[in-house]
């Protein structure tokens, strides 16, 4: 189960369907304009690994990625992870109240 990576969407964002593909250690990737069918190559590509589409296992990720601080730019994360923060946080997926 550790080696599994999820793919599902997430709807309704202020930039349209998000495509996000994650793991056990959180998001993976994160694709804006493409289909299921491009996003699960793209997945395959950048992991090696065939994804399993599990919307519920993403929104969780999503949720835990989004807790994290959002500084933009952590000293040991790169500007995709931080971006992808926001844009996780901006989704709706997950609000801080």
């Known amino acids: ?49 065939e994804p399993i589409y599990d919307v519920e296992q993403v929104a969780e990720a999503t949720r835990q990625t989004a807790r994290l601080p959002r500084p933009w730019l952590p000293g040991n994360q790169s500007l995709a992870v931080a971006f992808g923060r926001e844009l996780v946080a901006l989704s709706g997926v997950y609000s801080e109240q």
């Open 1 to 49: 189960m550790a080696n599994e990576v999820w793919i599902g969407e997430l709807r309704d964002t202020p930039l349209g369907e998000i495509w996000v593909a994650c793991s056990a250690e959180g998001v993976t990737a994160m694709n804006l304009w493409g289909d299921r069918t491009q996003f699960e190559a793209q997945v395959r590509r950048l992991t090696g690994k």
